[in-house]
Nanobody, 127 residues
Framework: QAELEESGGGLVQAGASLRLSCAAS????????MGWFRQAPGKEREFVAA????????FYADSVKGRFTISGDRSKSTVVLQMSDLRTDDTAVYYC????????????????????WGQGTQVTVSS
């Protein structure tokens, strides 16, 4: 069983909204932080958003600020990424990530911080 299970990807038109969900289980259960990264074809994996579940603090990449909202549920070890006003350059495989260590918000954009990763879910935005 995967430790992080993602759902909610799909194909949408530019300007539409999409909701991604992720649930942690097993060794990844009760994480301190959960986040989302994405990787477009031919590009490196990049940070999208993260939340520290206890404090409910959030951190976003500049490219999605104001369009994406991340929210977590500490009691369920889940995180949701609500994406609005999607653009064609949002097209990528989106990965859920989680970690149990206390990390400053400013450090959460680094993929190396996260010990647990989902399999990824495809988001395709057409023009």
């Amino acid at each position: 069983q995967a430790e992080l299970e993602e759902s909610g990807g799909g194909l949408v038109q530019a300007g539409a909204s999409l909701r991604l969900s992720c649930a942690a289980s097993g060794r990844a259960n009760s994480p301190y932080v959960m986040g989302w990264f994405r990787q477009a074809p031919g590009k490196e994996r990049e940070f999208v958003a993260a939340t520290r579940l206890r404090e409910r603090s959030t951190f976003y990449a500049d490219s999605v600020k104001g369009r994406f909202t991340i929210s977590g549920d500490r009691s369920k070890s889940t995180v949701v990424l609500q994406m609005s006003d999607l653009r064609t350059d949002d097209t990528a495989v989106y990965y859920c990530a989680a970690d149990k260590d206390r990390t400053a918000l400013s450090g959460l954009r680094a993929a190396a911080v996260y010990d647990y990763w989902g399999q990824g879910t495809q988001v395709t935005v057409s023009s």
